[in-house]
């Protein structure tokens, strides 16, 4: 390494979306409804065109200002489905947060002294091509709130050197084993591994993907019916498949919807679950639906991730917005955390204190608007909705811990274990709440994760350097309980931190097995001894001299009482359950009031992009259903594709 990452490019300023960019990504495109390759294989939808159109007006006018909406979560769709809804003049609105955050699985934490943040939730993000790609939500909100980013340290990527631990550091190949421990190194130079055996695994996975997305982008730029015909046929042979038994099947001669799988034998599967493709390992997922590494890593999920800044401005200082000092609270009066506009926590930040739009006198935020006697919006922290009970008039009543209130719509953004844990919904008939949509909720499947941060006195990964070569990479992955090593630092032309250390990031089986630890301390110095270990057996050289030992984090998503999990992923014949969650606002949502946002009702878990996306799509269905008129020339029924009701066939 020894070089700094590039300088970010400039973002636009609030509001001056660049239109000759928006007119060449558009170009190459015939229906600008539609997002670019690559891009979400189920639902294609260009939410970004919708909020552009509607820079400086809101999606939609509301003319009915009695209607009452309530939102469950001030997670981060939560926030969009606020802040949306208030753009188009929905000025009856409470939030209920079980916590006393918001943000929710956007959450970051910040370092005395520090601009880099450990984020104990959401962390890499893609941007569909590139930031200002203008292929996403994400890069909407981004550009508006002028939000900066530099490139994620993924391993085997170009942006991190990567270290690799195997077989007690005696290599890949267990047959011809290495003369001593050795931490392997996989330059960011390199475009794949440093052994023969690694770069058999790599290949196969790099196969396969190029196979499978030169035919999916042929077909991505067709019609949608041409397009939903590739992907329907493509499901139907992989539905039922999951991601181990992808990674033993033997690659197919391409025939339409089927490509076989990775052709792994049990060797190369066990080292595939150590290094992944890219972004670490992806062993924790081999019994989940292969649809989900397919619709992530070969749909846009899986490249060019993000580390997200926070607001910085064009020289590289930090740019913090509104409310950045002083005491926020609640409506309750419930102490807020001051906004930091820094790590991936900058995004709920700007939603919820940066302006949503003008009036006479100020412009407004929905922060300034929960405090003004103008507008009925609350923000009500550390309540938990407790029932949600349709009435015989058609309205829905809320009931939290210092609430009881009736509403037109109500907004349900938490998890689905969380939700069917700790919420009693009442009084909706099976054409409401059909026994589907129950089963959908309670069959989701959670995983599990883990996270064990430090914070650095220094970057260890850009001093002490032998033969050009860093002694410690910036990533590492190991087949040992620490799976996922991660150092990073945010870097501008006027910043230089020394940065964080994510010491173990685990899911699933290898998360579960730290749940049993004394302490999180005990966990957190347990990482550091085992990460000293293997370093020192393999240079001499420890991590621990880089780190502040004194402060370290640790979250375990399942322990987290109003989540009970990390990301909501997808298990093998699971299609039907999951697009009951997904069609839901579209085919009940008129009838039963209630509307879904967030990643939990999604088919593509464990990203922030689908959560910003079923938000948007909650309030498009608000809109539809309570009268409003669109005012950007979006035409509902012309516009938006409507959620396809067809089904895999169930003995394939």
Known sequence: ???????????????????????????????????????????????????????????????????????????????????????????????????ERIGGRTYSVRLDGQYTTMEMGAMRMPFFDGAKSQNCVLDFYRSIFSITTQDFPNPGTKTADTGVWVNGGYGPDFYKPLAKPTLLLWKNKDDRPPTDALKEVYDKWDNFAKRFTRAAEAEYTKSREEWESFWHAFVQNYWAMSFRDFVYREPARRKRGYFGGLGMNQDQANLFYVIGAGDGGWGAFYDISCLFPIRTLLFGYGKGHQLIQGKFDDEGNHAPGPQATGHPTDSLGHALQPPDYLGVESFADCLFYEPVRSDSVEPISLYKAIKSIKYEVNLYTRNEVKTITRRDDGTIRVESPSRCKDYDAVVITPATWALQMSVDFEGFDAARMPFNVQAAVAMSHWITSCKVFFPLTRRFWQTDKADGNPVIPQTLVTDTFLQGVYGYGVTTEKVLDPGVLLASYTWEDDANKLLASTSNDDLAQECLNKL???????????????????????????????????????????????????????????????????????????????????????????????????????????HYPKYSNWKPELNS
Request: proline residues 5%.
């Open 1 to 99: 390494m020894g070089r700094s990452p590039s300088r970010n490019a400039k973002t636009e300023t609030p509001g001056s979306t660049n239109a000759s960019l928006a007119g060449e990504a558009t170009s190459k495109q015939e229906d600008p409804w539609r997002f670019r390759w690559p891009n979400t294989a189920d639902f294609n939808f260009n939410y970004y065109h919708l909020l552009d159109l509607a820079m400086n007006s809101g999606i939609a006018a509301n003319q009915n200002p009695d209607l009452r909406v309530a939102i469950v979560g001030a997670g981060i769709a939560g926030l969009v489905a606020a802040r949306e809804l208030f753009r188009c003049g929905y000025t009856n609105i409470d939030i209920y947060e079980a916590s």
């Open 532 to 638: 000293d270990a293997i370093l020192m057996q393999s240079s001499n050289r420890a991590i621990s001299p880089y780190v502040n030992r004194d402060q370290p984090h640790v979250i375990f998503w399942a322990k987290e009482p109003t989540y009970h999990g990390c990301a909501k992923l997808t298990r093998p014949r699971s299609w039907d359950h999951d697009y009951t969650l997904l069609r839901y606002n579209q085919d009940h949502s008129a009838d039963s009031g209630v509307y879904c946002a967030g990643e939990a009702y999604s088919v593509e878990g464990g990203w922030t992009e689908p959560a910003l996306r079923m938000a948007i799509d909650a309030v498009v269905h608000i809109v539809k259903n309570t009268k409003a008129t669109f005012v950007t020339g979006f035409d509902y029924e012309r």
